[in-house]
């Protein structure tokens, strides 16, 4: 074939491996809208079963209250109305007691008027007699209306209007959620969310963040307040995690509709310490260590991570949640190796912050210092690698002669910022933590 054949061959894959990767393309977005069209429908979907449910509770208990309100009206009524009755029951059977006793005497003083004149004296006289007994003169009181109740009901038609001003306000209907999920970033044993308000005409007061596994149907509170971001500690690494946040508006008592659930996991081991060391109590999670009150207090004691779990890149936190006298050997930090019998962090292939702030670099103090530590501090341990230095070794020049790492040390409001050279490259490292004293208790993470 000819130069201008191979030429045209050559440019005939080229737009051959040129229309793969734009078809290759165009397919991943028809994918992507499939994603969006199907958040748009099932989101809609759910949004009216939602509202649906939500209204025929609404009906259902609005119902039940406006029943129960006529229920209570009407036994008010029944009992006034048989309060009432019963006196004037009692009056009427008095007076109509009166009618018979005066019906029977005025038969009696007619018959005695027709009667013979022989027996017509002792008739009038007995009559008379009767007549006396009954006292016709006495009639009993009947009440006047005004004094009987009258009953009624006043109602406030100001209720419908209430009630269709709160209902005609009540529930509300959006497109996209107020606040949503920017980035999760992967920690050791866990994951770290972090959100932000995407309404600005939304003011939140506080946020809730959840999460579960994506094989799961239920989900768990993670943080709830006033902060834009939060680790959640404890996952399961290589496992994925569903995550979710909602809002809570300035003075509103109700949650914002949730945010698009975000799927991520963590493939960091979580940070244990290292168990079985004289002086030290475990929590169950192997996160927390106690210095405790042993036949070892008063003499420096490290105790180091079960295995190097530290990666540069990633920052590693320690939590002082217990303090017990101050001792200048106290620290924590990160070192290379556990090798030695060093009482304290404050040593060669180690960089950490002593409980009075100062900060050691290879077992020299540092003229920057931090705050002292105390119960509630956080300290925060930052590397990144600045340089591999090469090897002399001419036979191997892959080999690596050392490295330079820039640490990053941050505690309360200050931090400070040095390079740390080391003989060695390591890819992780161990942490650790000496407390001379009892009561001292570390969390990290």
């Given at each position: 074939m000819s130069v201008d054949g191979d030429s045209l061959l050559?440019?005939?894959?080229?737009?051959?491996?040129?229309?793969?990767?734009?078809?290759?393309?165009?397919?991943?977005r028809l994918q992507g809208?499939?994603?969006?069209r199907k958040q748009v429908r099932g989101s809609s979907t759910h949004t009216r079963e939602v509202l649906r449910r939500h209204f025929q509770e609404l009906q259902t208990t609005l119902s039940r209250l406006l029943n129960e309100r006529l229920n209570a009206l009407l036994q008010e009524v029944d009992a006034i109305e048989q309060e009432s009755i019963s006196p004037l029951d009692d009056c009427q059977k008095l007076i109509e007691h009166g009618v018979k006793m005066a019906d029977e005497l005025l038969r009696e003083g007619e018959a005695a008027i027709r009667c013979g004149i022989s027996d017509q004296q002792d008739k009038l006289c007995s009559f008379a007699k009767k007549a006396l007994h009954i006292q016709l003169d006495s009639l009993p009181e009947v009440p006047a209306l005004v004094d009987v109740p009258c009953v009624s009901a006043q109602l406030d038609d100001s209720l419908v209007c209430v009630m269709q001003d709160r209902v005609g306000r009540h529930g509300s209907v959006s497109s996209h959620p107020p606040v949503q999920i920017d980035e999760l970033i992967e920690r050791a044993g866990g994951v770290l969310v972090r959100w932000s308000k995407v309404d600005e005409d939304f003011s939140p007061q506080e946020y809730r963040l959840q999460y579960r596994r994506s094989s799961s149907t239920h989900y768990e509170d993670g943080y709830?307040?006033?902060?834009?971001?939060?680790?959640?500690?404890?996952?399961?690494?290589?496992?994925?995690?569903?995550?979710?946040?909602?809002?809570?508006?300035?003075?509103?008592?109700?949650?914002?509709?949730?945010?698009?659930?975000?799927t991520g996991y963590t493939t960091l081991t979580p940070h244990e310490w290292r168990s079985g060391v004289d002086g030290y109590i475990l929590g169950s999670r192997k996160n927390v260590a106690l210095r405790s009150d042993s036949s070892s207090s008063g003499c420096g004691s490290v105790l180091y991570s079960a295995s190097p779990t530290y990666f540069c890149g990633q920052t590693l936190t320690y939590k002082i949640t217990g303090a017990g006298p101050v001792d200048k050997k106290d620290s924590v930090g990160v070192c290379v190796d556990t090798h030695g019998e060093s009482e304290t962090l404050q040593r060669d292939q180690a960089v950490c912050i002593s409980t009075n702030g100062a900060v050691f670099v290879n077992g020299k103090?540092?003229?920057?210092?931090?705050?002292?530590?105390?119960?509630?501090?956080?300290?925060?341990?930052?590397?990144?690698?600045?340089?591999?230095?090469?090897?002399?070794?001419?036979?191997?020049?892959?080999?690596?002669?050392?490295?330079?790492?820039?640490?990053?040390?941050?505690?309360?409001?200050?931090?400070?910022?040095?390079?740390?050279?080391?003989?060695?490259?390591?890819d992780c490292l161990y942490f650790g933590c000496s407390f001379s004293n009892p009561g001292w208790k570390v969390l990290v993470y």
């Amino acid at each position: 074939m000819s130069v201008d054949g191979d030429s045209l061959l050559q440019e005939v894959k080229e737009c051959i491996e040129a229309a793969q990767n734009y078809r290759s393309e165009l397919q991943q977005r028809l994918q992507g809208l499939s994603q969006a069209r199907k958040q748009v429908r099932g989101s809609s979907t759910h949004t009216r079963e939602v509202l649906r449910r939500h209204f025929q509770e609404l009906q259902t208990t609005l119902s039940r209250l406006l029943n129960e309100r006529l229920n209570a009206l009407l036994q008010e009524v029944d009992a006034i109305e048989q309060e009432s009755i019963s006196p004037l029951d009692d009056c009427q059977k008095l007076i109509e007691h009166g009618v018979k006793m005066a019906d029977e005497l005025l038969r009696e003083g007619e018959a005695a008027i027709r009667c013979g004149i022989s027996d017509q004296q002792d008739k009038l006289c007995s009559f008379a007699k009767k007549a006396l007994h009954i006292q016709l003169d006495s009639l009993p009181e009947v009440p006047a209306l005004v004094d009987v109740p009258c009953v009624s009901a006043q109602l406030d038609d100001s209720l419908v209007c209430v009630m269709q001003d709160r209902v005609g306000r009540h529930g509300s209907v959006s497109s996209h959620p107020p606040v949503q999920i920017d980035e999760l970033i992967e920690r050791a044993g866990g994951v770290l969310v972090r959100w932000s308000k995407v309404d600005e005409d939304f003011s939140p007061q506080e946020y809730r963040l959840q999460y579960r596994r994506s094989s799961s149907t239920h989900y768990e509170d993670g943080y709830i307040g006033s902060e834009c971001e939060y680790l959640l500690l404890h996952l399961d690494p290589h496992t994925d995690y569903m995550f979710q946040v909602c809002a809570r508006g300035e003075g509103r008592s109700e949650w914002s509709p949730w945010s698009v659930p975000v799927t991520g996991y963590t493939t960091l081991t979580p940070h244990e310490w290292r168990s079985g060391v004289d002086g030290y109590i475990l929590g169950s999670r192997k996160n927390v260590a106690l210095r405790s009150d042993s036949s070892s207090s008063g003499c420096g004691s490290v105790l180091y991570s079960a295995s190097p779990t530290y990666f540069c890149g990633q920052t590693l936190t320690y939590k002082i949640t217990g303090a017990g006298p101050v001792d200048k050997k106290d620290s924590v930090g990160v070192c290379v190796d556990t090798h030695g019998e060093s009482e304290t962090l404050q040593r060669d292939q180690a960089v950490c912050i002593s409980t009075n702030g100062a900060v050691f670099v290879n077992g020299k103090e540092m003229t920057n210092q931090l705050p002292a530590v105390s119960v509630g501090s956080t300290i925060t341990f930052d590397m990144e690698v600045v340089h591999i230095f090469p090897s002399n070794n001419n036979n191997n020049p892959s080999d690596a002669a050392g490295l330079k790492l820039r640490v990053t040390i941050g505690s309360g409001n200050r931090e400070v910022v040095f390079d740390w050279l080391l003989d060695q490259v390591v890819d992780c490292l161990y942490f650790g933590c000496s407390f001379s004293n009892p009561g001292w208790k570390v969390l990290v993470y």
